[in-house]
């Protein structure tokens, strides 16, 4: 059975800093583009940032550009979120997912398109307070 699982999630002041992890197991994470997309309550899931299979192509939503950082350890079969200079707007579920589509890190309206990304991994919640 596949499963992906965020974690790393927490409270955390404004301009503090979280470092989010997002693991899976049946699932070889290196053969898939990923994706960190949020959700708060009463908004739209956003996609906030995407990595190509390589590592070497990262793309951010304009709201987190300049302070979330995108990596990945395909030797752990891991996905991180380096997120810095934390906001209260930040406060979302957090989950990761693969791109099954073969879409890519598609940006539209500065942000990522949700549109072709699956196994959908279970959230981690990040609050951020004022």
């Known amino acids: 059975q596949v499963q992906v699982v965020a974690s790393g999630g927490g409270l955390v002041q404004a301009g503090g800093s979280l470092r989010l992890s997002c693991t899976a197991s049946?699932?070889?994470?290196?053969?898939?583009?990923l994706g960190w997309f949020r959700q708060a309550p009463g908004k739209q899931r956003e996609g906030v940032s995407c990595?190509?299979?390589?590592?070497?192509?990262?793309v951010y939503a304009d709201s987190v550009k300049g302070r979330f950082t995108i990596s990945r350890d395909n030797a752990k079969n891991t996905l991180y979120l380096q997120m810095n200079s934390l906001k209260p707007e930040d406060t979302a579920m957090y989950y990761c997912?693969?791109?099954?589509?073969?879409?890519?890190?598609?940006?539209?309206?500065?942000?990522?398109?949700?549109?072709?990304?699956?196994?959908w991994g279970q959230g981690t919640q990040v609050t951020v307070s004022s």
């Open positions: 997912a693969t791109d099954l589509a073969g879409l890519g890190c598609t940006m539209v309206n500065g942000s990522i398109v949700r549109v072709g990304f699956g196994y």
């Open positions: 049946g699932l070889t994470l290196d053969s898939y583009t």
């Open positions: 990595i190509r299979r390589s590592g070497g192509s990262t």
